[in-house]
């Protein structure tokens, strides 16, 4: 990721959410946001992209659809289905660890996430946590203000680099009580960090909150990575997308395996999908027409106990 440079992936996935409530025929999710929030010119820029890659055949026909051209591509990424479904799985959980207590919900590259602009009336009481690299996290409050969206003293904005600040530090910042019960969301990230990082920040996780805390994280299975494996076109296509643009993925984790690494950070799994599971849950009928990519898993865990903290 270019560190001056607002993250490719979290404008793109915001317009799929926005694609998805307004395209899709039973959408799971009501979030129309991304077509609010997201600047113009990023807009523009993806519909070019799209242009580029149709037969020239069609090209000049379709020139004068862009917008129509923009969806299609939107919705033929290999990302599309996990885009929409992890966020209806996330939302699921949260709603019901609000209704166990938890009164803090920690968004952790929170993109251009819009749940703060929608929320519904059982999340009233929530003091809600975005923490973003700051290049994303300043476009993001910067077109808040552009559309009026007024500040709330329960929606805190922590601008951190987690590269070179621990998300303990980052969250001292805030208001953020570390003895309150919390539920984080960690999605479409792990995959950009290395396994190190990515271990780092599941001991942050548990070292910043109290046991019964949960956690809703996104990761790719590792297999998928190794130089030898054959990936579908369409994730294979995906991954040559996000490296075009600086956002390279890096590492996953083994399904087999989860559960006992995660005790090792202070979590406990409570729950792993994978794509197939996920699309069987939530658009079985097929209505929606989506298709996970199979590598492709979310994973729910609850905090233990407090697991050493990592060093800052």
């Not at 979290?10 to 999710?29: E, F, V, Y």
């Not at 129509?68 to 209806?88: C, F, M």
């Not at 994303?136 to 601008?159: G, I, M, N, P």
């Not at 208001?175 to 942050?204: C, K």
């Amino acid at each position: 990721m270019n560190p001056t440079q607002a993250s490719y992936t979290a404008l793109a996935t915001s317009l799929m959410r926005a694609l998805h409530t307004r395209g899709d025929p039973a959408p799971l999710l009501d979030d129309p946001w991304g077509d609010r929030l997201v600047p113009e010119a990023v807009k523009a820029g993806l519909r070019e992209r799209a242009m580029a890659r149709l037969d020239p055949a069609v090209r000049a026909a379709a020139a004068a659809s862009p917008d129509k051209v923009l969806d299609g591509a939107l919705r033929a990424n290999a990302g599309y289905a996990e885009v929409i479904l992890r966020s209806r799985y996330t939302e699921d959980a949260l709603k019901a660890a609000v209704a166990r207590g938890v009164t803090q919900y920690v968004l952790i590259g929170a993109g251009f996430d819009s749940f703060a602009c929608r929320r519904p009336a059982w999340a009233e009481g929530l003091h809600i946590y975005e923490v973003d690299h700051p290049a994303t996290q300043q476009l993001k409050r910067a077109r808040l203000q552009q559309c009026d969206v007024a500040e709330s003293d329960t929606v805190h904005f922590v601008a951190a680099d987690l590269s070179e600040e621990t998300l303990q530090s980052a969250l001292a910042r805030s208001s953020f009580q570390p003895t309150q019960p919390t539920f984080f969301a960690w999605l479409g990230v792990t995959v950009y960090l290395t396994r190190e990082a990515n271990l780092a920040t599941l001991r942050a996780i548990a070292s910043s909150a109290p046991a019964g805390s949960e956690l809703v994280f996104t990761y790719i299975d590792e297999a998928i990575l190794r130089a030898d494996a054959v990936g579908d076109e369409r994730f294979n296509q995906l991954r040559s997308d996000v490296s075009s643009v600086g956002e390279s993925f890096l590492s996953g984790f083994d399904p087999a395996t989860l559960n006992t690494l995660l005790q090792g950070t202070g979590l406990l799994l409570e729950e792993d999908l994978g794509g197939d599971q996920f699309v069987a849950r939530y658009d079985a009928a097929g209505v929606n027409g989506l298709r996970a990519a199979g590598a492709a898993h979310i994973a729910h865990a609850r905090v233990v106990v407090s697991a050493a903290p990592p060093a800052a």
